[in-house]
C-alpha cells in the first residue's frame, strides 16, 4: 500500500498499491464496512474497469512492478 485517501469528491476511498515482485499479484482489500463497488482509475481517478466484489471485498491483479490506484464504495 502506497497511498489512501478519500477521493476528491469525498464519497469513495482510493488506494493505491505497488507489487514490487516481477510477477502478477491478486491483492483483495475491504473497508470496515462491506465494499459495495470497486473499480480501477487512472491517477486522475477516471474510471477504467470495474473490479469484481465478493463477500465485502474487491479484487485487483497488479501486473509485475506495477502500480494499481483503486476506488472503493461502502
Known amino acids: 500500500l502506497s497511498a489512501c485517501h ?3 469528491e469525498g464519497e469513495h476511498v ?14 483483495r ?3 470496515r464496512g462491506r465494499v459495495q ?3 480501477r482509475v487512472d491517477f486522475l481517478e477516471r474510471p ?3 473490479l469484481p466484489v465478493q463477500d ?7 501486473n509485475g512492478h506495477g502500480i494499481a490506484t483503486v476506488v ?3
Open 48 to 50: 477504467m474497469e470495474d
Open 6 to 8: 478519500r477521493s476528491e
Open 29 to 31: 482489500v475491504s473497508l
Open 56 to 62: 465485502g471485498a474487491a479484487s485487483v491483479i497488479v
Open 72 to 74: 472503493l464504495a461502502d
Open 14 to 27: 482510493q488506494l493505491r498499491v505497488f507489487n514490487p515482485d516481477p510477477t502478477p499479484a491478486t491483492m
Open 37 to 39: 463497488s470497486a473499480s
